[in-house]
């Protein structure tokens, strides 16, 4: 009887433990996905993707534009040329 596809995925958990290269995994044997690296606004606390620029200038845009530029709430993905 050929193994079955919980044992075959137990044993090549046990073999990347080993080798030391186990990757998070699901229940279901899917890799998982890491987490995209996020900021948070400097005015509200506000969580949000990094890398998503326009995201983050659209998001700026909500707060008080003379007081809170995108400057003042993203300083790393926007460094004010100050
Ligand atoms: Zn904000």
Known sequence: MPISKKSRIQREHKAADKAGTRAPVKANG????????????????????SSNLKQLEVHAETHDQKNW?????WPVEFPSAA
């Open 30 to 49: 899917l890799p998982v996905k890491a987490p995209k690296p996020t900021s948070i606004c400097a005015n509200c606390r506000k969580e949000m993707v």
């Open 69 to 73: 530029p995108k400057e003042k709430c």
